[in-house]
């Protein structure tokens, strides 16, 4: 069955940053693109962008560009999210989520279980 | 960027009660939506795609329905299992976003 593991919690100080991973297992790694998403705690949810494990291609909302970085290493089936510059606003659950597709619709079908990255000095 | 509006933010309901929970998109965004069910510390779980089309697995007492911008998720028979929250999700273009959330709540 497909399933998609995260590193564990963080606690960063402020202007750090932060690496979490996300492995997958039971299906073909290359064959599905992965997203990033975050909560912030009792907030909703929000979208952060999106790579292509086949050929590492990225694409990221504009809120994040030029502070998120979105890797993939396929001897592994591992995603990686790095987030640099962080603020208490960046304290969050972030979620890796595997793009599903159907009939020419995507959504997010297969989710990790959440990594905690606190922000605080 | 597309703005979600979800209707109404938490509802108190019985078990059996049927419960539909309503979505707005700001522009058109076709059949382009989704919806995810949310329980206290965990990931969301997709429940259907394409407005109307329930995942693989997930009960048919859950359905969807649309008309124009307007989305609505019904759940027919409300079990004790299906006290959570609720997202709709644009997946029309990016940014992806989402509604704010409707929290069902026992009665």
């Known amino acids: 069955q497909v399933q998609l593991v995260q590193s564990g919690a963080e606690v960063k100080k402020p202007g750090a940053s932060v690496k979490v991973s996300c492995k997958a297992s039971?299906?073909?790694?290359?064959?599905?693109?992965m997203h990033w998403l975050r909560q912030a705690p009792g907030q909703g949810l929000e979208w952060m962008g999106i790579?292509?494990?086949?050929?590492?291609?990225?694409g990221y909302s504009q809120k994040f560009l030029g502070r998120v970085t979105m890797t993939r290493d396929t001897s592994s089936s591992t995603v990686y999210m790095e987030l640099n510059r962080l603020t208490s606003e960046d304290t969050a659950v972030y979620y890796c989520?595997?793009?599903?597709?159907?009939?020419?619709?995507?959504?997010?079908?297969?989710w990790g279980q959440g990594t905690l990255v606190t922000v605080s000095s | 960027d597309i703005q979600m509006t979800q209707s109404p933010s938490s509802l108190s309901a019985s078990v059996g009660d049927r419960v539909t929970i309503t979505c707005r998109a700001n522009?058109?965004?076709?059949?382009?939506l989704n919806w995810y069910q949310q329980k206290p510390g965990k990931a969301p779980k997709f429940l259907i795609y394409?407005?109307?089309n329930l995942q693989s697995g997930v009960p048919s007492r859950f359905s969807g329905s649309e008309s124009g911008t307007d989305f609505t998720l019904t759940i027919s028979s409300l079990q004790p299992e299906d006290f959570a929250t609720y997202y709709c999700?644009?997946?029309?273009?990016?940014?992806?976003?989402f509604g704010g959330g409707t929290k069902v709540e026992i009665k």
């Open positions: 039971g299906y073909s790694f290359t064959s599905y693109y």
């Open positions: 989520a595997r793009a599903g597709t159907r009939d020419g619709y995507n959504f997010f079908d297969h």
């Open positions: 522009q058109s965004i076709s059949s382009y």
């Open positions: 999700q644009q997946s029309y273009n990016t940014p992806l976003t």
């Open positions: 394409a407005a109307s």
């Open positions: 790579i292509n494990p086949s050929g590492g291609r990225t």
